[in-house]
């Protein structure tokens, strides 16, 4: 069973719309981190939410983490195609590993 | 920042033989790092935990025979593919955590492994 849910798996938009991602759990975390991965490299940081309720903005991108921190959504506004990648959400649960979440891949077509 | 990096970025060999990949955090020193291994369109997921010093923790289905991990210092861990087979080709990532906690892990750039 996947503990991380994320949805969509996949999408596709326009240059300039918006989006959501949203990562899903029924397990509570201590602490939810989002990366962005590029084909062919390595996952990247954006940002990690640790309170609930919690909102994060990295300029275009918000990241909000759900007050019983079982839940994590990722907004961006006028998307761009520099901001294609896939999404990936990550648990943090004591001293236990990062648990991943499946992904988003996102594609903004110009 | 904490750099991790990754030795070689590609490979490809013949069925049947080992490929060791390094990991390397250049400016940080890592009591812990992790392997993941990610599938085309797919996730990372988790190989195995590597203790600086100790033994590594493998997770559930992984065979510790197969990938064998070496973590000698605080700056690198590697992962050995013995006798690999096409079904280990894969896009394999190591990851080092600043505090040897399992928060805050910074990623290497991956290692591109090709089986023939």
């Known amino acids: 069973t996947q503990l991380l849910e994320q949805s969509p798996q996949f999408l596709s938009i326009q240059e300039g719309e918006n989006l959501t991602v949203y990562c899903n759990s029924s397990?509570?975390?201590?602490?939810l981190q989002w990366y962005r991965q590029e084909p062919g490299e390595g996952p990247v940081l954006l940002v990690t939410?640790?309170?609930?309720?919690e909102v994060k903005k990295l300029k275009r991108l918000t990241f909000q983490f759900g007050d019983a921190r079982k839940d994590s959504s990722l907004h961006i506004t006028a998307a761009q195609p520099g901001d294609t990648g896939l999404y990936l959400c990550?648990?943090?649960?004591?001293?236990?590993?990062?648990?991943f979440g499946k992904g988003t891949r996102l594609s903004v077509i110009a | 920042g904490a750099v991790v990096s990754q030795h070689p970025s590609r490979v490809i060999c013949k069925s049947g033989t080992s490929v060791k990949i390094e990991c390397r955090s250049l400016?940080?020193?890592?009591?812990?790092m992790f392997w993941y291994r990610q599938f085309p369109k797919q996730s990372l997921m988790l190989m195995a935990t590597?203790?600086?010093?100790?033994?590594?923790?493998?997770e559930q289905g992984v065979e510790k025979d197969k990938f064998l991990i070496n973590h000698a210092s605080l700056t690198l861990s590697t992962l050995t593919v013995t006798s690999a087979h096409p079904e280990d080709s894969s896009f394999y990532i190591c990851?080092?955590?600043?505090?040897?906690?399992?928060?805050?892990?910074?990623f290497g750039p991956g290692t591109r492994l090709t089986v023939l």
């Open positions: 990851s080092a955590g600043l505090s040897g906690g399992t928060d805050t892990q910074y």
């Open positions: 397990s509570v975390f201590s602490s």
């Open positions: 939410v640790v309170t609930g309720g």
């Open positions: 990550a648990g943090v649960r004591g001293n236990t590993p990062l648990v």
């Open positions: 400016d940080f020193q890592a009591t812990t």
């Open positions: 590597s203790n600086e010093g100790s033994k590594a923790t493998y």
